[in-house]
């Protein structure tokens, strides 16, 4: 599957090979554009500057990896943005666990530890609100 962002006349177009059900159609996408698709392509365009924290090739192994060809760096730039905010999702859900986990815990012991140490009973809870499931080997009892 290639993605290429952008067209001649300036707008961003989506091209699926298969529409499925719920799929808008590419007319009403492209009036819709007019009006709604300038801050997008402004975002797009920003996307060319933006230095994203997971670096472009790694980003574009994993596409390559999951079967997507991407030449434009701006979809992989888009790509690493929305794995980055997955990631952070998933980090600040598994802190509010901790925190929950603590404020339970007597007061005497919070108040000398205030340390907040990410471990998998927190991590669990928080990847299967993603629907991640994920169990502890039977060695690590």
Excluded: W
Aim: hydrophobic letters at 35%; charged letters at 20%; proline letters at 6%.
């Amino acid at each position: 599957m290639n993605i290429e962002l952008g067209s001649d006349d300036g707008l961003s177009q989506s091209v699926m090979s298969t529409p499925g059900p719920g799929v808008v159609s590419q007319e009403s996408v492209h009036q819709d554009s007019k009006t709604a698709g300038v801050p997008l392509i402004d975002f797009v365009q920003q996307l060319e500057d933006y230095a994203p924290t997971i670096p472009d090739s790694v980003t574009a192994f994993y596409l390559n990896r999951a079967g997507l060809e991407c030449t434009d760096p701006r979809i992989t730039r888009l790509m690493s943005l929305a794995a980055q905010k997955f990631i952070s999702d998933i980090a600040n859900d598994a802190l509010q666990h901790c925190k929950m986990k603590a404020s339970g815990q007597s007061s005497k012991k919070q108040n000398k530890d205030k340390k907040l140490v990410l471990t998998m009973d927190d991590l669990t809870p928080a990847l299967s609100e993603y629907g991640i499931n994920v169990k502890k080997p039977a060695y690590f009892v």
